[in-house]
């Protein structure tokens, strides 16, 4: 699967964006989806997680969560990140990826993720 993220830009602190990660292929329901964070320095974190099919559960890391929602339309294939309330602190390139299978206690980690989007950067102002 091939994955396109789009959706970053400059913002202001507490302004909100949404992410968007398209996704070729007729598969699309059947993959974990993750985003994910890497500032300038930094390692890549993990963002946000939903689960495959139409389960649809989701994780959030602790930094993000209530500010941060990740949803999926598997009609369009697509997988969105909202984010709100943004801070200088969630400036980063934010990737989206994709698996076909995890182990759920690792969904965090990158190398869980077989495929990757491009990535989009995210530029917060204070």
């Known amino acids: 699967v091939q994955l396109q993220a789009s959706g970053g830009g400059l913002v202001q602190a507490g302004d909100s964006l949404r992410l968007s990660c398209a996704a070729s292929?007729?598969?699309?329901?059947?993959?974990?989806l993750g985003w994910f964070r890497q500032a300038p320095g930094k390692e890549r974190e993990f963002v946000a997680h939903?689960?495959?099919?139409?389960?649809?559960?989701?994780v959030y890391a602790t930094s993000v969560k209530g500010r941060f929602t990740i949803s999926r339309d598997n009609a369009k294939n697509t997988v969105y990140l909202q984010m709100s309330s943004l801070k200088p602190e969630d400036a980063a390139v934010y990737y989206c990826?994709?698996?076909?299978?995890?182990?759920?206690?690792?969904?965090?980690?990158?190398?869980?993720?077989?495929?990757w989007g491009q990535g989009t950067l995210v530029t917060v102002s204070s």
């Open positions: 939903i689960r495959r099919g139409g389960d649809g559960s989701t």
């Open positions: 990826a994709a698996t076909s299978s995890i182990i759920y206690s690792s969904i965090g980690v990158p190398s869980s993720y077989y495929y």
């Open positions: 292929g007729s598969t699309f329901r059947n993959y974990e």
